[in-house]
């Protein structure tokens, strides 16, 4: 019974604020407001985005390097990756090379 008397309550003020409305007549004014309602998003994202955009030399500090066993996993992962592109690339040659004949 409470909780329905709080939700009719919150929904009347709601109602009243969401239909109330105040046309602005100055065009200068409508502008304004305009621009304030554009630029304000943009402004305040970037200054939030400073915040959260963490410090790269912190970042790099947290990096740890890759032991021995990892390294070598890396490396024969450049070394299939490269083969790969060099079979790609020989096989595009030979085609572009078939195809100007």
Wanted: some cysteine; proline content about 8%.
């Amino acid at each position: 019974m409470v909780f329905a008397a709080i939700m009719a309550a919150e929904e009347r003020i709601r109602t009243r604020i969401h239909s109330f409305r105040a046309p602005i007549k100055n065009p200068r004014l409508l502008f304004l407001v305009q621009c304030t309602y554009f630029v304000a998003p943009v402004v305040l994202g970037g200054l939030f985005m400073q915040f959260i955009i963490p410090d790269p030399d912190e970042m790099r500090s947290k990096i740890k390097p890759p032991t021995p066993e990892e390294q070598e996993v890396i490396n024969a992962h450049k070394r299939r990756m490269q083969e790969q592109m060099d079979a790609a690339l020989a096989a595009r040659r030979a085609a572009s090379g078939s195809a100007q004949r």
